[in-house]
């Protein structure tokens, strides 16, 4: 059974940090984009980091560079999210997607996790 599992959220205090993990079971996450996603309630969900399948580029979010790394290791078939210097506006449900390099419809998403950020 394909499954992404998002574990890590919680509450944090501005400033703070938290890191999600991402852990893939019933494919090989090496063959995959893996990208975080998050949405905050009334409004659209936003790209938040994506990594390559092989882990050698990484793309942010402006809102997001410089405080968030994105990280995977294939051997774990986990992708992980390290978030540093958390705001407020950080507050929303994250996502992660795996997207095949070379089939599209091999497209799977995770169930997501909340994490807020208040004082």
């Known amino acids: 059974q394909v499954q992404l599992v998002e574990s890590g959220g919680g509450l944090v205090q501005p400033g703070g940090s938290l890191r999600l993990s991402c852990a893939a079971s019933?494919?090989?996450?090496?063959?995959?984009?893996m990208t975080w996603y998050r949405q905050a309630p009334g409004k659209e969900r936003e790209l938040v980091a994506t990594i390559t399948s092989a882990g050698d580029n990484t793309n942010y979010a402006d809102s997001v560079k410089g405080r968030f790394t994105i990280s995977r290791d294939n051997a774990k078939n986990t992708v992980y999210l390290q978030m540093n210097s958390l705001k407020p506006e950080d507050t929303a449900v994250y996502t992660c997607n795996a997207r095949h390099i070379a089939f599209s419809s091999r497209n799977y998403w995770g169930q997501g996790t909340q994490v807020t950020v208040s004082s």
């Open positions: 019933g494919f090989t996450l090496s063959y995959y984009i």
